[in-house]
């Protein structure tokens, strides 16, 4: 898969994706677009057990760009071989005069690597809620990756953080607002599901009085277009 520009309703500050892994990732969320993209097309390419495409370090990543790593999977995820890792962010580093983002449901790894990591990368990971939903994922809990990316080990680093809310599910607005000044990262992205996936939702009230608190805290949110959704339920 080449490098490629962003688009559609990822992120609007990206402005590339690419990925080096394929498979499935190990985290098996309910509403991933990517096995919903896989399912429709049969590509394989994300099917069967993670594993390494070794053309894609052929690829050249330039300068001046924003571009968002294994954007299809999960680097940081428990079944990713550690040479992978290192092989991946030694892709990087070729290329210092970009901005990389990580982003994992296993943010806890990522301190494994962090001496390593270009210094201009930006590292974040999503949390739907503070409540635990069965059969939503195989990933750690939601309170599990707001402790990791609220470790005082982040202060070492130059890296920003980013914190994804969604698809937002139904949540205590106290707790998660709670656990996000603790995680303080440097900006917020919040939406709603996509993919009609039939997930327990928050009413308009709550998402309102989550930004609320959020400007309280002076951290900036990113808001989606698909949270007009849940305005109108």
């Known amino acids: 898969m080449p490098l490629r520009?962003?688009?559609?309703?990822?992120?609007?500050?990206?402005?590339?994706?690419?990925?080096?892994?394929?498979?499935?990732?190990?985290?098996?969320?309910?509403?991933?677009?990517?096995?919903?993209?896989?399912?429709?097309?049969?590509?394989?390419?994300?099917?069967?057990?993670?594993?390494?495409?070794?053309?894609?370090?052929?690829?050249?990543?330039g300068t001046g760009k924003t571009i968002f790593i294994e954007h299809m999977n999960d680097l940081m995820a428990k079944d990713v071989a550690d040479a992978w890792?290192?092989?991946?962010?030694?892709?990087?580093?070729?290329?210092?005069?970009?901005?990389?983002?990580?982003?994992?449901?296993?943010?806890?790894?990522?301190?494994?690597?962090?001496?390593l990591m270009p210094n201009n990368s930006i590292i974040g990971t999503t949390i739907e809620s503070n409540r635990v939903y069965d059969g939503l994922n195989e990933a750690p809990t939601p309170e599990e990756r707001m402790l990791a990316m609220s470790d005082t080990?982040?202060?070492?680093?130059?890296?920003?953080?980013?914190?994804?809310?969604?698809?937002?599910?139904?949540?205590?607005?106290?707790?998660?607002?709670?656990?996000?000044?603790?995680?303080?990262?440097?900006?917020l992205n919040l939406g709603a599901d996509s993919k009609d996936n039939d997930l327990i939702e928050p009413t308009f009230d709550k998402i309102m009085a989550l930004t609320d608190k959020l400007k309280e805290y002076g951290i900036e949110l990113r808001e989606k277009a698909n949270l007009e959704r849940l305005k109108k339920d």
């Open 85 to 115: 890792v290192f092989k991946i962010i030694s892709h990087t580093l070729r290329y210092p005069a970009n901005i990389y983002v990580f982003q994992s449901k296993n943010p806890a790894r990522f301190f494994d690597y962090a001496d």
């Open 153 to 187: 080990r982040w202060k070492d680093y130059d890296f920003k953080k980013f914190l994804t809310i969604e698809p937002v599910l139904d949540f205590d607005v106290d707790i998660l607002a709670s656990w996000i000044s603790k995680i303080s990262p440097d900006f």
């Open 5 to 61: 520009k962003s688009t559609g309703n990822m992120y609007p500050w990206v402005s590339h994706t690419h990925s080096h892994l394929a498979g499935e990732c190990s985290h098996k969320c309910k509403y991933c677009y990517v096995q919903v993209g896989e399912k429709r097309n049969k590509t394989g390419r994300y099917a069967g057990e993670v594993r390494l495409i070794d053309k894609e370090f052929d690829v050249n990543y």
